[in-house]
């Protein structure tokens, strides 16, 4: 079993008060402190079946790319805040950029988090649900494996919608565009080209064989309420 030791950026994070002036509500200058993200490490990816030690490596480096770019923006935007540009056509630039890039980086680790085959699944909670949202496992994978299939690059992830209970497999296109509002991801799948060309070039196919048979189902049915 993988060693848990994913540690989710949010809970390694690192004290990195920017040395930003905010203006306060009473018009004084208040100091912000928030924390800068620091990237999770996942060394028990490393000899994962059907992932090369290189593809693995790789996708971290620019897994890594996205974490420092969401603490690039965050202060860049605090900044312009602060300057006064926040009608500026760069501050609203930034902001739209930081959905992307602050997707980016969480989908990678919900990704990463839910690799390294755990506990076989079909005993799990989420296997059982399965079988009350799609009919079956097998039904579920097929639309999951569909979804993932898609032309286009993104994500297929399983989502659990807090309000109902029930699950969706869907497409999230690029980080930023077809997330379900207060739904939880349970299970993400990278299918950006970076994640398998190195392993597979252009057989998406293949990679999600890989994929589906590489889940830590342990670590989903953690992100799953019954
Ligand atoms: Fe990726």
Same mark, same amino acid.
């Given at each position: ?10 809970t390694?994070?690192?004290?990195? @008060?920017?040395?930003?002036?905010q203006q306060?509500?009473d ?17 028990g ?7 090369s030690?290189?593809?693995?490596g ?38 739209r950029?930081?959905g992307?890039?602050?997707g980016?980086m969480r ?16 005993g799990?909670k ?11 496992l ?9 979804t ?7 994500? @297929? ?20 565009a ?10 993400v ?13 252009l057989e ?23």
């Amino acid at each position: 079993m993988k060693m848990n030791i994913i540690a989710g950026a949010l809970t390694v994070c690192v004290l990195a @008060a920017p040395a930003l002036a905010q203006q306060g509500a009473d018009g004084g200058n208040a100091q912000l402190s928030v924390q800068a993200y620091k990237a999770a490490e996942y060394p028990g990816l490393a000899g994962l079946p059907g992932f090369s030690e290189k593809l693995i490596g790789d996708h971290l480096k620019l897994y890594q790319g996205y974490v420092n770019n969401v603490n690039a923006l965050s202060d860049k935007l605090a900044a312009l805040l602060a300057g006064g540009k926040e009608r500026t056509p760069e501050y609203a630039e930034l902001k739209r950029r930081f959905g992307w890039e602050f997707g980016g980086m969480r989908l990678h680790e919900l990704y990463f988090g839910n690799l390294g085959g755990g506990a076989p699944g079909p005993g799990s909670k989420l296997h059982k649900a399965f079988a009350r949202n799609f009919g079956s496992l097998e039904a579920w994978k097929k639309d999951f494996t569909a979804t993932g299939a898609m032309r286009g690059i993104g994500w @297929a992830v399983l989502y659990q919608d807090k309000v109902s209970g029930r699950l969706f497999n869907a497409w999230v296109n690029e980080h930023d565009a077809g997330q379900l509002a207060g739904c939880e991801p349970i299970l993400v799948m990278d299918v950006f080209e970076h994640a398998f060309l190195t392993d597979y070039r252009l057989e998406r196919a293949k990679y999600i064989e890989a994929f589906m048979g590489a889940i830590d189902w342990e670590a989903a049915d953690k992100r799953f309420h019954d």
